[in-house]
Nanobody, 127 residues
Framework: QLHLVESGGGLVQAGGSLRLSCGASGQTFSNYAMAWFRQASGKEREFVAAISGGGTIRKYADSVKGRFTISRDNVENTVNLQMHSLKPDDTAVYYC????????????????????WGQGTQVTVSS
């Protein structure tokens, strides 16, 4: 079982930046594609970004392209989400997730495609 724990959420003004981190334990981290999803109040969980097991392939939702960057450290077993130019619409609980089947391509964007999830961290962007 891969155990995931997110950190780094908080309250930020519109236009500001935040960096989320997700620490993993329990399995070989580089065997997994990693992703960030988010869920705003009253809405479905949506894909934000994904990165392949080796860190060479990244995929982003159109709504965050150019503002968010996903990265990973396979020595420290962490995946990060650097968020810039934050908007009130970015307010949500952010979750990290892991999928072993797309570790080479990082193309999975569906919630059901990820087997392991963290507990989430709240990001609130004030206007």
């Amino acid at each position: 079982q891969l155990h995931l724990v997110e950190s780094g959420g908080g309250l930020v003004q519109a236009g500001g930046s935040l960096r989320l981190s997700c620490g993993a334990s329990g399995q070989t981290f580089s065997n997994y594609a990693m992703a960030w999803f988010r869920q705003a109040s009253g809405k479905e969980r949506e894909f934000v970004a994904a990165i392949s097991g080796g860190g060479t392939i990244r995929k982003y939702a159109d709504s965050v392209k150019g503002r968010f960057t996903i990265s990973r450290d396979n020595v420290e077993n962490t995946v990060n989400l650097q968020m810039h130019s934050l908007k009130p619409d970015d307010t949500a609980v952010y979750y990290c997730a892991a999928d072993i089947f797309t570790r080479r391509t990082a193309q999975a964007t569906g919630v059901t495609q990820y087997e392991h999830w963290g507990q989430g961290t709240q990001v609130t962007v004030s206007s």
